[in-house]
């Protein structure tokens, strides 16, 4: 097993941060549920100065920690294919991720498959991948279902936005208690109209960013 420093567990917790805009903070409606507890979640500033909202237990010490159980990256809810996001690109993103953060975690912590005395668990989920009209207020977007937000206007197509939304949490392994909570979503690329069919490529730099932001995260300034 490596011996991990303090940094290294530090970073570990940029796994649960997505890159945004300062306006894409994600608001108590759009929770989804994956998390039992959104109390005390604080909005603050990922590694790469993007909009996040973040909860750390009081009393977490990463020196406590050498191991991660890494729970694959999931949906949820588990969302139903459309004309403009189909399945095959749903289980795409999905791998995506999943192979993103596992391999950065990776870096930084020894991953394990069975939790001991000084192990984290991870688990995430990607909460809604949302291609909404550009312009439309925030409650227009529904976050946690893959939908396409609004139907096509009289006057013709308009471009789409698309944001990934995600919620994350590490968990002490010995007390089964959230050591780290964070909750926030991330703009993709601008499809032209609803009728243009989401690709991975649309949402990869998003995902990008997360893993990146895996290897910048300092615990201390929070």
Known sequence: MRTLNLFHVAALAGVL?????????????????????YSGLQQTTSPSGKPVLRWVAPD??????DSLVFTPVSYYPVPKPT????????????????????TAAGQRLQLVTTPGPRSLIFRGAITGVDTSK???????VIPVA???????????HRSM??????????????TQKPVLKVVRQGEGKTVSNEKTPLKL????????????????????KK
């Open 146 to 156: 893959m939908v396409v937000a609004g139907t096509q206007m009289a006057t013709g």
């Open 134 to 140: 550009e312009g439309l207020q925030i409650y227009e």
């Open 201 to 220: 490529s649309d949402l990869r730099g998003v995902i990008d960013n997360m893993a990146t932001d895996i290897t910048l995260f300092d615990l201390h």
């Open 17 to 37: 941060a997505l890159s945004g805009c300062a306006s894409n903070v994600t608001k108590p409606e759009q929770f989804s549920g994956f998390l039992k507890d």
């Open 83 to 102: 004309a403009q996001i189909s399945q095959p690109v749903l289980d795409q993103v999905l791998s995506y991720t999943d192979n993103k953060l596992k």
């Open 161 to 174: 936005d698309t944001r990934l939304f995600f919620e994350g949490e590490l968990i002490d392994a010995a």
């Open 60 to 65: 977490f010490n990463a020196a406590k920690y």
